[in-house]
């Protein structure tokens, strides 16, 4: 089974940074589309992060300039950095591509004030 596992996690302080890690689980270098997902407590998952082609990237309004997500296809692993978290960025945060047979556990980041 193709199931992503999440890490990087944790609790910072308003203004932090934490870099995200997804292990695919399985070669990703034919994959053209790979995202992050989050979803905060009580709240449907939302897409935060795409990156597409290997270059090409996408973010939803409310993460533009702080958030950044890459790729690394020899190690099957696709990142994203976030910087100047807040409060609000608070949520279990999951990566998505197709093939993938199920969600990850995720992770969780939890933004202090």
């Known amino acids: 089974q193709v199931q992503p596992v999440e890490s990087g996690g944790g609790l910072v302080q308003a203004g932090g940074s934490l870099r995200l890690s997804c292990a695919a689980s399985?070669?990703?270098?034919?994959?053209?589309?790979m995202d992050w997902y989050r979803q905060a407590p009580g709240k449907q998952r939302e897409l935060v992060a795409s990156?597409?082609?290997?270059?090409?990237?996408a973010y939803v309004d409310s993460v533009k300039g702080r958030f950044t997500v890459s790729r690394d296809n020899a190690k099957n692993t696709v990142y994203l950095q976030m910087n100047s978290l807040k409060p609000e960025d608070t949520a279990v945060y999951y990566c998505?591509?197709?093939?993938?047979?199920?969600w990850g556990k995720g992770t969780l980041v939890t933004v202090s004030s």
């Open positions: 998505f591509f197709p093939g993938m047979d199920h």
């Open positions: 990156i597409i082609s290997g270059s090409k990237t």
């Open positions: 399985t070669f990703i270098f034919s994959i053209d589309n």
